[in-house]
């Protein structure tokens, strides 16, 4: 019973959508519709182009190649050299760089950092050491080393003496690095 009320209720709902569906509907009163748009076309008026048939042509001087700026020789290594000394300029000012300092010493005897002070001064008087002072320890450390290998073999020179001595990074003066490299290179140790 329940479900023939419902079937009956669909076909019911589906016979008025059809109808109501398939319907002519009418916009306007007419039953048409049309419209004018001559008004906002736009509009392109054709001109034939006029060819002038007396005319002679002329005859085609060759022109000479004249050099420019470009051409120079040598222009780019002019510029190049000019913007390398600016660069160069510029890293003139720069006094620090990351690099490496071997620490000899960490302790709480300020005899012992000052031992280790003067041993670099007496055997290695081109390399500079360092004393700091952060209570109550006093660290020991040596040299601008801007490259690391630079730095362990300064390493394995102080080895027997100091064999608790590491290689750590640190902010170098370029100036004294570049002595102790090219000191590095004569052997004096």
């Known amino acids: 019973m329940i479900l023939q009320k419902t079937i009956l209720y669909f076909l019911l709902i589906a016979g008025i959508l059809t109808t109501t569906g398939c319907a002519k509907k009418n916009l306007s009163g007419s039953g048409s519709y049309s419209e ?99 209570q109550p320890t006093y660290r020991v450390k040596v040299g601008d080393f801007m490259y690391r290998s630079d730095a362990e073999e300064f390493l394995t020179n102080v080895r027997q003496q100091y064999p608790a001595a590491v290689v750590l990074p640190d902010r170098v003066e370029i100036k004294r690095g570049l002595e102790i490299r090219a000191s590095l290179g004569n052997p004096k140790y």
């Open 36 to 134: 004018n748009l001559r008004t906002v076309r736009l509009r392109y008026t054709y001109v034939e182009p006029v060819i002038e048939k007396n005319k002679i042509p002329k005859k085609s001087v060759p022109t000479r190649y004249r050099p420019t700026k470009a051409d120079e020789p040598l222009y780019i290594t002019k510029r190049l050299e000019a913007i390398l000394d600016t660069i160069a300029q510029r890293n003139k000012f720069i006094r620090y760089i990351n690099g490496f300092r071997v620490q000899l010493y960490v302790g709480n005897i300020r005899q012992e950092a000052d031992a280790a002070k003067s041993f670099v001064y007496q055997l290695f008087p081109e390399i500079m050491p360092y004393i700091s002072y952060s």
